[in-house]
């Protein structure tokens, strides 16, 4: 059990920096989710947080830096596409996937012989690099399986105890998690949907593979297991217009129902988000940790719209809704 600090603002950067250069847990906000951070090039660091989160050791992570120039100390090959994407998206929700170099420790990559690597554009994460002068690696702050974490508020409800402090940067901004790409040879792929879409990338470096290499270790690549981002209990999609039938098929559980444009049935603990994709996202997982905190042990989801500006979203609502009823041994803790 460790004494989490709660840190806010540029004021407390410093301080958080110090915690992390002394090899310590610092949960930081970034653009698109709050991460959990540690020094990605001290081994000890890196492992302790799976021992946090509860993380497979199977699971890689994503190291976070500044710029392209940092990233090329990292890896073996930095090709010119991987260039024109950071030159594009950096900083920003891209993460780019690219053999690793030895310095990277195996702690960090899951034994891979890739690393993830972004620079995220929130100014309290950019801040923190650059007072720690070193890249960190930070997953999503939120206990293994889990939903991510958009607020320091959820940071705590998951990890309070079990990391040294978290720096409280208000609500994130997009939401969802980055926009994952392979650029490891054989030609790009799309590991994990995120706000900047397929359309945007390929405008940069051509057609992009949707999914891993055939016979890739799906180890290598959990956000693509079936059921992941999940809040504990039964999640159902339905249209529209069946929610409220989905909602009395579950019962006797206390069912909550989240809507964007569905009237709400009775009796149903209702989450409201608004009926377009970034207002969407950003509050998706809030709402979703509030219909769990409301004891609701189903959540009916209203299917979102086809159509690409919503993929990300719907990649979530399909792995949070990817087995109807969850391992009781992955409840967060
Ligand atoms: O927006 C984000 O990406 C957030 C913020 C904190 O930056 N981070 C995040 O990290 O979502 P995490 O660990 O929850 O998800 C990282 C995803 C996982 O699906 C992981 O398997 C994949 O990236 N990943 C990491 N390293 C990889 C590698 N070398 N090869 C393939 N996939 C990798
Ligand atoms: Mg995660």
């Known amino acids: 059990m460790r004494a989490t600090r709660r840190l806010a603002g540029a004021a407390d950067v410093p301080e958080a920096a110090r915690l992390l250069r002394e090899g310590?847990?610092?949960?930081?906000?970034?653009?698109?989710?709050?991460?959990?951070?540690?020094?990605?090039?001290?081994p000890l660091a890196a492992r302790s947080i799976y021992a946090a989160k509860g993380r497979p050791a199977t699971n890689p992570l994503i190291v976070h830096l500044l710029s392209a120039l940092e990233a090329r100390a990292l890896v073996t090959a930095w090709p010119e596409i991987a260039q024109r994407l950071a030159?594009?998206?950096?900083?920003?929700?891209?993460?780019?996937?690219?053999?690793?170099?030895?310095?990277v420790p195996d702690e960090v990559t899951a034994g891979g012989t890739t690393v993830a690597l972004r620079a995220p554009r929130h100014p309290l994460?950019?801040?923190?690099?650059?007072?720690?002068?070193?890249?960190?690696?930070?997953?999503?702050?939120?206990?293994?399986?889990?939903?991510?974490p958009t607020t320091a508020a959820h940071v705590l409800k998951d990890l309070d105890g079990r990391i040294d402090a978290v720096l409280d940067g208000g609500p994130c901004d997009l939401g969802i998690e980055s926009t994952v790409l392979s650029l490891a040879p054989g030609g790009p792929r799309l590991l994990r949907a995120g706000s900047i879409g397929l359309a945007d990338l390929e405008?940069?470096?051509?057609?992009?593979?949707?999914?891993?290499?055939?016979?890739?270790?799906?180890?290598?690549?959990p956000g693509l297991q079936a059921r992941h981002y999940a809040p504990a209990g039964i999640v159902r999609l339905a249209a529209g217009a069946d929610v409220a039938l989905a909602c009395s098929a579950l019962r006797p559980s206390r069912?909550?129902?989240?809507?964007?444009?569905?009237?709400?049935?009775?009796?149903?603990?209702?989450?409201?988000?608004?009926?377009?994709?970034?207002?969407?996202?950003?509050?998706?997982?809030s709402a979703l940790r509030d219909l769990e905190d409301q004891a609701c042990d189903a959540i009916v989801v209203e299917a979102v719209p086809q159509g690409a500006a919503w993929d990300a979203i719907r990649d979530r609502l399909q792995r949070a809704a990817g087995s109807s009823v969850l391992d009781p041994a992955a409840r967060p803790g």
């Open 24 to 42: 310590g847990l610092v949960a930081f906000p970034t653009e698109t989710v709050y991460g959990l951070g540690a020094l990605a090039l001290d």
């Open 87 to 103: 030159d594009r998206f950096w900083p920003g929700p891209l993460t780019l996937v690219l053999p690793r170099a030895s310095l």
């Open 125 to 148: 994460a950019r801040a923190l690099l650059a007072e720690v002068g070193a890249p960190l690696a930070a997953p999503s702050a939120n206990r293994s399986e889990h939903v991510s």
């Open 203 to 221: 405008a940069i470096c051509g057609p992009i593979v949707l999914g891993p290499a055939p016979g890739a270790v799906i180890a290598a690549s």
């Open 255 to 285: 069912v909550g129902a989240l809507l964007h444009q569905a009237a709400a049935p009775a009796g149903v603990v209702t989450a409201r988000l608004p009926a377009e994709p970034a207002g969407y996202a950003r509050g998706l997982y």
